[in-house]
């Protein structure tokens, strides 16, 4: 650690440290995935009026996510980590004990939007964490230790969610949900000090927040990459929302559904790795376009490729393979060239992204679930035309960017 981080003991080791921040993540995941197998037999139970109306149970997290990071990201800095966390696992709680009683899918979903706000807490909380703790390089190599860990979560989760209805009904799930909620606060309880002195908080005012939301919306760089980050995750969304229809209802997988998701989260993951190791190198900016380009026309062909076969469960696979390679070339890259400029205002500015980034995601991929018509059409179009339209954006921006070299050779 350095000088800097030992002042700021977290109270416990290294690796324990490491392992906390990932799960503390991976409560979005494990929250959104592990309820995936579930969604058919929740529409059933509930009388959805439509096959797609349970995908809404996913976008509703993420919403109510988008809108809990605007608020837990400057009151964090305002107030501490552990304040934050406490605040968002009470909401979680509560959103949790809503899912669980639900009679009506209306009223589930007000809980989960509850339980979206909630997890906005412990995942803005972890991040600050490290950032807390750790500067420079090894603040780079935790997060790399973070995202290891944090990656297994989406690979496992559906399999969590399937072996709880193996013994009991859906309603389980969210039982499952508040015992892994309530070991986290028991371990942030008695193992977890605040990382943030009282001398080093910045008050959270109105004027402060209206001028990170400006310095988000009038940079180039950082908004043109926020809507491709937007555009590209709402196609991600669309894939996840019909996941559970497009592996159990079209191809006809039952209980291997967790089987095959968590294979492809794990080539995500692994690709994540890659990605660390030839980043450097490589740059960020021809990685995220040749990324990018992939997806477009592997999802043009897979269009065409309706056309003229009947499409198989091995041909969906070897297409979300390649997908999936490249989200993990894209996710990190992208989020860190919008963060690029904002480092004079980096707490409010990741907030205002991610919320802004998700409230378009949440709503494009919502309309591209409720697309779904038992084919990979709507998705296959989801990425082609969204991912087109932000690789435009991204070749605008290297042609602006090249322009300003031009014009001011010092900054090359």
Not at 122 to 134: C, E, G, K, N, Q
Not at 330 to 341: D, R, T, V, Y
């Given at each position: 650690?350095?000088?800097?981080?030992?002042?700021?003991q977290?109270?416990?080791g290294?690796?324990?440290?490491?392992?906390?921040?990932?799960?503390?993540?991976?409560?979005?995941?494990?929250?959104?995935?592990?309820?995936?197998?579930?969604?058919?037999i929740?529409?059933?139970?509930?009388?959805?009026?439509?096959?797609?109306?349970?995908?809404?149970?996913?976008?509703?997290?993420?919403?109510?996510?988008?809108?809990?990071?605007?608020?837990a990201?400057?009151?964090?800095?305002?107030?501490?980590?552990?304040?934050?966390?406490?605040?968002?696992?009470?909401?979680?709680?509560?959103?949790?004990?809503?899912?669980?009683?639900?009679?009506?899918?209306?009223?589930?979903?007000?809980?989960r939007?509850?339980?979206g706000?909630?997890?906005?807490?412990?995942?803005?909380?972890a991040?600050?964490?490290?950032?807390?703790?750790?500067?420079?390089?090894q603040?780079?190599?935790?997060?790399?230790?973070?995202?290891?860990?944090?990656?297994?979560v989406?690979?496992i989760?559906?399999?969590?969610?399937?072996?709880?209805?193996?013994?009991?009904?859906?309603?389980?799930?969210?039982?499952?949900?508040?015992?892994?909620?309530?070991?986290?606060?028991?371990?942030?309880?008695?193992r977890?000090?605040?990382?943030?002195?009282?001398s080093?908080?910045?008050?959270?005012?109105?004027?402060?927040?209206?001028?990170?939301?400006?310095?988000?919306?009038?940079?180039?760089?950082?908004?043109?990459?926020?809507?491709?980050?937007?555009?590209?995750?709402?196609?991600?969304?669309?894939?996840?929302?019909?996941?559970?229809?497009?592996?159990?209802?079209?191809?006809?997988?039952?209980v291997?559904?967790?089987?095959y998701?968590g294979?492809?989260?794990?080539?995500?993951?692994?690709?994540?790795?890659?990605?660390?190791?030839i980043?450097?190198?490589?740059?960020?900016?021809?990685?995220?376009?040749?990324?990018?380009?992939?997806?477009?026309?592997?999802?043009?062909l897979?269009?065409?490729?309706?056309?003229?076969?009947?499409?198989?469960?091995?041909?969906?696979?070897?297409?979300?393979?390649?997908?999936?390679?490249?989200?993990?070339?894209?996710?990190?890259?992208?989020?860190?060239?919008?963060?690029?400029?904002?480092?004079?205002?980096a707490?409010?500015?990741?907030?205002?992204?991610?919320?802004?980034?998700?409230?378009?995601?949440?709503?494009?991929?919502?309309?591209?679930?409720?697309?779904?018509?038992?084919?990979?059409i709507?998705?296959?179009?989801?990425?082609?035309?969204?991912?087109?339209?932000?690789?435009?954006?991204?070749?605008?921006?290297?042609?602006k960017?090249?322009?300003?070299?031009?014009?001011?050779?010092?900054t090359?």
């Amino acid at each position: 650690m350095t000088t800097q981080s030992q002042s700021r003991q977290s109270g416990m080791g290294a690796k324990e440290f490491t392992v906390l921040v990932a799960l503390l993540m991976s409560i979005v995941a494990i929250s959104i995935d592990a309820l995936l197998p579930a969604l058919g037999i929740i529409g059933g139970a509930l009388n959805a009026t439509d096959a797609n109306q349970p995908q809404l149970l996913i976008g509703l997290i993420f919403l109510g996510m988008a809108i809990g990071q605007l608020i837990a990201g400057p009151m964090s800095d305002a107030l501490g980590r552990k304040p934050i966390l406490y605040a968002g696992f009470a909401l979680y709680f509560v959103g949790t004990l809503l899912c669980y009683q639900a009679d009506t899918l209306d009223s589930l979903m007000v809980g989960r939007f509850i339980q979206g706000l909630g997890v906005a807490g412990p995942y803005i909380a972890a991040i600050s964490l490290v950032r807390d703790m750790f500067a420079g390089a090894q603040m780079a190599r935790t997060m790399s230790l973070v995202m290891m860990i944090f990656v297994l979560v989406p690979a496992i989760a559906p399999s969590l969610g399937q072996g709880v209805m193996l013994f009991a009904d859906w309603r389980a799930i969210f039982i499952m949900y508040f015992i892994y909620a309530a070991l986290l606060v028991l371990w942030i309880t008695t193992r977890l000090k605040e990382t943030l002195p009282k001398s080093e908080r910045i008050p959270m005012t109105v004027a402060g927040f209206k001028e990170g939301f400006k310095e988000v919306l009038t940079n180039r760089q950082t908004a043109s990459y926020t809507i491709c980050m937007g555009l590209f995750f709402g196609s991600f969304m669309g894939y996840l929302n019909s996941s559970q229809q497009i592996f159990q209802v079209q191809f006809d997988t039952g209980v291997m559904f967790s089987v095959y998701f968590g294979a492809l989260a794990l080539v995500l993951g692994f690709s994540s790795l890659v990605n660390s190791r030839i980043v450097e190198k490589h740059g960020m900016r021809p990685i995220a376009l040749r990324a990018i380009s992939t997806v477009v026309i592997a999802s043009f062909l897979f269009l065409v490729l309706h056309a003229v076969a009947e499409i198989q469960l091995w041909m969906f696979m070897v297409y979300a393979t390649v997908l999936f390679f490249c989200f993990g070339l894209l996710f990190g890259n992208i989020n860190a060239l919008a963060m690029e400029p904002m480092g004079h205002v980096a707490g409010i500015a990741s907030a205002v992204i991610g919320s802004v980034s998700a409230i378009m995601s949440m709503g494009i991929g919502t309309l591209i679930g409720q697309m779904y018509n038992n084919t990979l059409i709507p998705i296959a179009t989801g990425f082609t035309v969204l991912g087109g339209t932000a690789l435009l954006i991204m070749i605008w921006l290297e042609y602006k960017r090249n322009d300003d070299l031009d014009l001011d050779p010092a900054t090359a």
